[in-house]
């Protein structure tokens, strides 16, 4: 088979990304004297352009190139608008020039970047729609913070054990901030698309899969600010459980399958009395009136989070003070203090004693339903905490009956016959 020359196959990336880009430019280009200075050809030709230029004279050509398009697209914004409706098309001719030069090197990442800007363009409507009517001050004011909190603070933040015992990083401690505030506007976008009754259980159940006790703090704060919504945060809250009980699985089958089939039993009975329990609870919130479904204007609650963040930090200095007390004498001790961070990490750590021969299969059922336990404790801690006495009534009845029917689970399949 003939072998087509890298830089031909590099040109014709840079040409069709100058096409694709100008493609959207001419169907907005309009007629007449007031029409715009680009479309589809000078988009295609500008494109090319930078693409030569790189692999003329490099970055240097490739400069002079981009300037000359930008005074160009200057000039021609001046000489043929009296009125002034933007600089996209502009704005989008110059990009196009320096994704052509990019095609040269990168042509893979610079055609990704062509297929993005064509989408902008083309989203022109919907995107001016959603920010002029359906995002509010607050939620912009949020999404402001969340990029601060996320872009500027968490970068700074020292990743490295401190405070009593060595027990808490700052780093980790700010990443969980920010978890609470991305799962609070999840189920806030989530309550936007679907209305409390369907957002909130949806949002609690795939928000258990990056964590479970975040979810529950969340949808305490929620619950916390509106009674309307209780039953639907309770589902929530309990539904994400279930994905604890369905992450554990997997991540037991990628460590140790055969410790997986050692809890098989009781990870079954714990995620059926679950997503049972959150059923419950979303068919009561189904029952609810439409008109009882109240919306706050903000997507997450900062103080929630910082609540959030001090309450597992007390946790884990006390879990590092029993551990300095009366030391890892034993696996089970160890995981069920590993528990109250994070159950799985402390199945991980059971699990790889199995895969490396360390440990029988049986004798990894306890220690892991031990971190299960522990950490139903951390979230029972977190719903009174976070939602008050109501939502914790109704949330915690629930994670004491996944608890039980996971020992339970655990002894039947320990029994023998």
Same mark, same amino acid.
């Given at each position: 088979m003939p072998?087509?020359?890298?830089?031909?196959?590099?040109?014709?990336?840079?040409?069709?990304?100058?096409?694709?880009?100008?493609?959207?430019?001419?169907?907005?280009?309009?007629?007449?004297?007031?029409?715009?200075?680009?479309?589809?050809?000078?988009?295609?030709?500008?494109?090319?352009?930078?693409?030569?230029?790189?692999?003329?004279?490099?970055?240097?050509?490739?400069?002079?190139?981009?300037?000359?398009?930008?005074?160009?697209?200057?000039?021609?914004?001046?000489?043929?608008?009296?009125?002034?409706?933007?600089l996209?098309?502009?704005?989008?001719?110059?990009?196009?020039?320096?994704?052509?030069?990019?095609s040269?090197?990168?042509?893979?990442?610079?055609?990704?970047?062509?297929?993005?800007?064509?989408?902008?363009?083309?989203?022109?409507?919907?995107?001016?729609?959603?920010?002029?009517?359906?995002?509010?001050?607050?939620?912009?004011?949020?999404?402001?913070?969340?990029?601060?909190?996320?872009?500027?603070?968490?970068?700074?933040?020292?990743?490295?054990?401190?405070?009593?015992?060595?027990?808490?990083?700052?780093?980790?401690?700010?990443?969980?901030?920010?978890?609470?505030?991305?799962?609070?506007?999840?189920?806030?976008?989530?309550?936007?698309?679907?209305?409390?009754?369907?957002?909130?259980?949806?949002?609690?159940?795939?928000?258990?899969?990056?964590?479970?006790?975040?979810?529950?703090?969340?949808?305490?704060?929620?619950?916390?600010?509106?009674?309307?919504?209780?039953?639907?945060?309770?589902?929530?809250?309990?539904?994400?459980t279930?994905?604890?009980?369905?992450?554990? $699985?997997?991540? *037991?089958? !990628?460590?140790?399958?055969?410790? =997986?089939?050692?809890?098989? &039993?009781p990870? #079954? @009975? +714990?995620? %059926?009395?679950?997503?049972?329990?959150?059923?419950?609870?979303?068919?009561?919130?189904?029952?609810?009136?439409?008109?009882?479904?109240?919306?706050?204007?903000? $997507?997450?609650? *900062?103080? !929630?989070?910082?609540?959030?963040? =001090?309450?597992l930090?007390? &946790?884990?200095? #006390? @879990? +590092?003070? %029993?551990?300095?007390?009366?030391?890892?004498?034993?696996?089970?001790?160890?995981?069920?203090?590993?528990?109250?961070?994070?159950?799985?990490?402390?199945?991980?750590?059971?699990?790889?004693?199995?895969?490396?021969?360390?440990?029988?299969?049986?004798?990894?059922?306890?220690?892991?339903? +031990?971190g299960l336990s522990?950490?139903?404790?951390?979230?029972?801690?977190?719903?009174?905490?976070?939602?008050?006495?109501?939502?914790?009534?109704?949330?915690?009845?629930?994670?004491?009956?996944?608890?039980?029917?996971?020992?339970?689970?655990?002894f039947?399949?320990?029994?023998?016959?």
């Open positions: 072998v087509i020359d890298p830089i031909i196959l590099n040109l014709a990336v840079a040409l069709g990304i100058g096409l694709l880009i100008g493609s959207e430019r001419e169907r907005r280009k309009g007629s007449g004297p007031s029409r715009s200075p680009a479309g589809i050809r000078t988009f295609a030709v500008a494109s090319l352009a930078g693409a030569i230029s790189f692999l003329a004279g490099g970055q240097m050509l490739l400069s002079i190139a981009t300037s000359g398009v930008i005074v160009l697209v200057a000039v021609a914004y001046w000489r043929g608008h009296e009125e002034d409706p933007g996209t098309t502009e704005v989008a001719l110059t990009v196009a020039v320096l994704l052509g030069g990019l040269m090197q990168r042509p893979e990442l610079a055609g990704g970047l062509g297929v993005v800007v064509v989408v902008l363009l083309a989203a022109k409507s919907r995107l001016h729609q959603f920010v002029g009517s359906i995002l509010t001050e607050d939620e912009l004011q949020d999404g402001l913070i969340f990029a601060g909190a996320t872009l500027v603070v968490l970068p700074l933040v020292p990743d490295r054990p401190m405070g009593p015992y060595g027990a808490l990083n700052p780093h980790s401690i700010w990443v969980i901030v920010i978890l609470i505030m991305a799962i609070s506007a999840a189920g806030h976008v989530a309550v936007r698309l679907l209305g409390t009754r369907f957002g909130l259980p949806i949002a609690g159940l795939a928000s258990g899969f990056i964590s479970s006790t975040a979810t529950i703090a969340a949808m305490g704060a929620r619950a916390a600010k509106a009674n309307e919504v209780r039953a639907s945060a309770v589902a929530g809250a309990v539904l994400s279930t994905a604890t009980i369905v992450q554990m $699985a997997l991540v *037991l089958a !990628t460590t140790s399958m055969m410790t =997986l089939l050692a809890l098989a &039993i990870l #079954v @009975c +714990a995620g %059926l009395a679950a997503t049972l329990y959150g059923t419950a609870f979303t068919v009561l919130a189904l029952r609810q009136r439409a008109k009882a479904e109240v919306q706050s204007s903000h $997507a997450f609650s *900062l103080s !929630t989070a910082f609540v959030f963040a =001090l309450t930090s007390i &946790i884990l200095v #006390v @879990c +590092a003070a %029993l551990r300095d007390q009366f030391g890892e004498n034993g696996v089970i001790f160890a995981a069920a203090i590993a528990g109250f961070a994070d159950t799985h990490s402390a199945a991980i750590s059971v699990a790889s004693l199995v895969a490396s021969g360390k440990l029988t299969p049986p004798d990894a059922v306890l220690p892991i339903l +031990a522990t950490n139903t404790i951390s979230k029972i801690i977190l719903a009174a905490s976070s939602g008050g006495l109501s939502f914790a009534l109704r949330v915690i009845p629930g994670l004491i009956m996944v608890a039980f029917a996971t020992w339970m689970g655990a039947y399949g320990l029994t023998p016959g």
